[in-house]
């Protein structure tokens, strides 16, 4: 959802705006390429011990004052140029729906989806800023072809609160876009596979199904990677922040204390398969489609021995999410590309769209 108009401008800025993180990634146009400038990743660790030290929450809570601060702190370490922004609205902060419409003029489709907006939107419609977009055709066993339209909304009090935000840190606020909407561009652009991202976070965990750099079909669920880290921390007896250090040092593949992690790991991780199969079951089910592949994205991509684990149990194809096939970069980042991936992707695919 555009807000100002940056005409011509050359590089901008992604802000991934997690719960208790923050990562920023400065794409530049160098002719008809895409070149990453630079980027920087902020986490913070108090979340651990204190619930509302989270920067926001699935109430929509967003300690603005705070949060500019470490952006504006983040923008300058990272060495960020760029004037204009593009954030970053979490799964839970948002609505998206996709709706099959007949094929018709751009005219016609704009009454269509106006009418149904009140009936999918779960807010008065003049509570929320909505758009779509055409995100594929599909021919139905009957041999009629519909078009595939993806609904958006955002409630004005999180623009609003967005954009007091970017004003405190010192930058124009560009637009606002759904995380999964991001990670599809990021993620799949120029793919013809239609993918599973799972997305772990610290609070939350988002599902967004993609092909084609087009988000298709969403869901999210409360357990997360500091679901994993409460359960480490539980079954041993240990710190939060110990835990979270163990969580990261050995993954599935360590021991901790008497405990192998796995014991203590899996099951947090059975309850998000259980919702990606779900997820997977009605897209499916409703649209004919057939997911053939997982992407990883996050930080919990990186836990040793993920990518076997939920291959296994999912039968499918698992990959950590690679966004830097769509923007160039320097050399000297090669040795961290894998890793920093999974980080990356929301505030990637955010610059990216200042081009498209």
Do not use: C
């Not at 489709?109 to 909505?130: C, G, H, R």
């Not at 066993?141 to 840190?169: C, D, H, W």
């Not at 092909?211 to 539980?234: C, H, M, N, P, R």
């Amino acid at each position: 959802m555009s807000l100002f108009s940056f005409l011509g401008n050359k590089s901008f800025v992604g802000v991934d705006l997690g719960t208790t993180s923050l990562k920023v990634a400065e794409v530049r146009r160098d002719g008809e390429k895409l070149h990453l400038e630079t980027y920087g990743i902020l986490e913070t660790y108090g979340y651990l011990e204190r619930f509302n030290e989270a920067m926001q929450s699935s109430s929509l809570k967003l300690s603005e004052e705070r949060a500019a601060r470490e952006l504006q702190a983040l923008l300058a370490r990272a060495g960020v140029k760029a004037r204009a922004a593009i954030a970053s609205v979490p799964a839970f902060g948002a609505f998206s729906t996709l709706i099959e419409a007949p094929i018709m003029s751009a005219s016609e489709t704009k009454n269509f989806i106006e009418l149904q907006a009140k009936q999918y939107v779960p807010l008065p419609l003049s509570a929320v800023a909505f758009e779509w977009l055409k995100v594929g055709e599909r021919t139905d066993a009957t041999g009629v072809t519909k078009q595939e339209l993806l609904l958006i909304s955002i409630p004005n009090e999180q623009i609003q609160k967005y954009q007091k935000l970017f004003n405190l840190a010192g930058i124009k606020l560009f637009a606002v876009e759904v995380e999964g909407m991001s990670l599809a561009r990021s993620l799949t652009t120029g793919s013809e596979k239609t993918s599973l991202i799972i997305d772990i976070g610290s609070r939350s965990t988002s599902l967004s199904i993609a092909e084609g750099g087009y988000l298709k079909f969403s869901s999210q669920t409360d357990f997360s990677g500091g679901s994993i880290t409460q359960s480490i921390a539980s079954g041993l007896g240990i710190s939060q922040r110990r835990a979270e250090d163990l969580k990261k040092q050995r993954g599935l593949l360590g021991f901790g204390g008497t405990h192998e992690l796995s014991t203590l790991i899996e099951p947090m991780l059975d309850v998000i398969m259980s919702e990606a199969r779900r997820t997977i079951g009605n897209f499916e089910s409703t649209y004919q489609g057939k997911v053939a592949n997982i992407l990883l994205s996050g930080g919990v991509a990186n836990l040793m021995g993920i990518e076997a684990y939920i291959g296994k149990q999912m039968g499918l194809t698992v990959e950590k999410a690679n966004p830097f096939p769509q923007v160039s970069y320097d050399a000297i980042l090669d040795p961290i590309v894998k890793d920093t991936g999974p980080l990356l992707g929301v505030a990637i695919g955010l610059a990216i769209k200042g081009f498209v």
